[in-house]
């Protein structure tokens, strides 16, 4: 473990490096804090702030009582006090002003750091920073209490942050009290944890984490091992959301990291928590079996991240002030080799085999991700058809070694009011009310099977009859797809229809294989609300309802 610290402290060290208000010549800029692009913002400097304490108090950073971070820190204290409202709040000057819930993580963060300050105070008088904090700390928290928040995991921040405040400022009783009644008002609404371990933005690539470290500092606070067991289950969650490559299955989520390349590494610092604490009194209990793939997990980010060279993750602050974590020795390394696991509550299956990965989803019009060593692609559906675009199963039927998914889609048309309304204004008629005239309906049905370098897809229809039907298999771009007939470089946003044969794509040392093609048409689909992979390439094979096709989706060895 010792050298994964080393590794830890360097990529700190180089985070220190590049910060901006080590940079600036005029210490008066400093005070508005590390710029985002032209945006003033706080969040950033106090960030930056946490990772440059736990660099001044390790006497193994190069560092350790640095008077010129010292300095650099004092400075930036100062900045954040300017950009405080104040109110107290501290805005995230790209769209939320007078927000509680960056105010919550900003004041997390400095939580940290003051935490930090007072663990390692033999190692170095920090009171004048501390008091700093203090007051940054103590205006934001009557902030965080009276704001408001947008989205699910906003409110657990504002929990966390509120329970962290009224600890720290317990002396005042009355302020304390006010702190934690705003909590309880949060708190009765439910915390949107599923016994399968997901949340509800299912945030994958970035929230899920941000819910995790909120829970862990209401435990923190409480010592309800209640808030840990959140925890607990997403992390065993997240081990089915690994793709072969390391990387994280994003498709699912409800937020910006949907479709994004993100590695597990936000996940190191809570993995090692429970595994270093496993076992503490009055601490969740973790299963042997958990305790193993946590260590695994754990220990396979960090040294990922050393092998790829990429830098550690941010939380040299964290290990430092649950120091358990900083002597702990992994006994295992790497994430499941194989699984499968169905999320009912979400409607994913995930399947990971020793040479592909895949993943179906209800609901999705991307119904089908396959993942072989990063390379990715996926299935839909276009069926113009009426106000629909694309098949999108509502019925997913697991069986053994397969998949079946389905949905029938209605054609209808308004008719005529029967009696005369009392306006003639379109957009002010409550058209819910009309009649409608049902003139046809498509049934789709389509099977994944698993078969042993890959996927057979069977698409049957029935009903419509003359329905122009169009399998899109998207690709990443700078791609290559070869046949006999041709061989080509994909580009964002083209596309084109296999005919006949086979296709292969191909990246670095990778290759799938899809096929056979259709050309009964030329149809792609042109109406308004089509969804365009503007990313990527599309590769079509267009038949007419009804049809009953067979196409494969495989390694190529």
């Known amino acids: 473990m010792k050298r994964y610290i080393d590794y830890l402290i360097r990529s700190e060290e180089h985070r220190v490096d590049e910060m901006l208000f080590l940079q600036i010549k005029d210490k008066n800029d400093l005070c508005y804090g590390l710029m985002r692009g032209d945006v003033i913002e706080a969040k950033p400097t106090i960030y930056m702030m946490a990772t440059a304490l736990a660099l001044y108090l390790n006497s193994r950073s190069r560092y350790y009582k640095s008077e010129k971070l010292m300095e650099a820190l004092q400075l930036a204290a100062d900045g954040v006090a300017r950009v405080q409202r104040k109110s107290g709040y501290i805005d995230y000057p790209c769209c939320n002003f007078f927000s509680a819930p960056d105010t919550s993580f900003c004041y997390k963060r400095l939580n940290d750091g003051y935490r930090l300050m007072k663990k390692y105070q033999d190692v170095a008088d920090t009171t004048i920073l501390q008091k700093k904090y203090l007051a940054i700390m103590r205006m934001a928290a009557e902030a965080i209490r009276d704001g408001g928040f947008h989205t699910p995991n906003h409110r657990w921040g504002i929990c966390a942050a509120l329970m962290q405040a009224a600890k720290l400022f317990a002396d005042d009783t009355e302020f304390a009290k006010s702190l934690m009644d705003r909590t309880v008002l949060y708190l009765q609404e439910g915390i949107d944890g599923n016994a399968e371990g997901e949340y509800a933005e299912r945030s994958t690539g970035n929230y899920n984490a941000v819910v995790n470290n909120a829970m862990m500092a209401m435990y923190q606070c409480s010592k309800d091992v209640k808030y840990l067991a959140y925890v607990e ?206 003139t046809s309906d498509l049934h789709t049905q389509v099977v994944i099977t698993e078969c042993e370098d890959g996927l057979e897809i069977s698409v049957d229809t029935d009903g419509l009859e003359r329905l122009p039907l169009r399998m899109e298999l998207c690709v990443p771009s700078q791609t290559t797809l070869e046949n006999d007939h041709f061989c080509m470089e994909t580009v964002a946003g083209k596309s084109m229809v296999l005919s006949d044969d086979y296709v292969t794509m191909t990246k670095g040392l990778t290759s799938i294989e899809f096929g056979p093609g259709a050309c009964e048409h030329h149809f792609k689909g042109h109406y308004s609300g089509e969804e365009v992979n503007a990313d990527g390439y599309t590769i079509y094979c267009n038949t007419y309802t009804p049809t009953k096709r067979v196409y494969t989706l495989k390694v190529k060895q």
């Open 233 to 438: 289950r997403n992390l065993n969650m997240m081990m089915y959301y690994i793709e072969p490559n390391d990387m994280v299955f994003t498709q699912n989520s409800t937020r910006q990291d949907q479709g994004k390349e993100i590695f597990m590494d936000k996940y190191l610092y809570q993995y090692m928590y429970l595994i270093a604490y496993d076992g503490t009194d009055g601490f969740i209990k973790l299963t042997p079996e958990e305790h193993a793939r946590f260590d695994g997990a754990a220990h396979q980010i960090i040294k990922g991240c050393a092998e790829t060279g990429r830098q550690a993750p941010n939380c040299l602050h964290l290990l430092m002030i649950y120091d358990k974590t900083l002597d702990y020795t992994f006994e295992n390394c790497g994430f499941l080799k194989t699984y499968r696991k169905l999320f009912k509550e979400a409607g994913v299956l995930r399947v990971k085999k020793e040479n592909y990965s895949y993943t179906v989803m209800k609901n999705r019009s991307a119904f089908l991700y396959f993942n072989v060593n990063g390379l990715e692609a996926y299935l839909k559906i276009g069926e113009s058809y009426c106000e629909i675009r694309n098949f999108i199963p509502d019925e997913m039927d697991i069986q053994e070694g397969k998949t079946v998914l389905s949905h029938t889609a209605r054609g209808w048309y308004y008719l005529p009011w029967k009696e005369k309304q009392n306006t003639s204004d379109w957009w002010q008629m409550d058209h819910k009310k009309r009649d409608l005239m049902i």
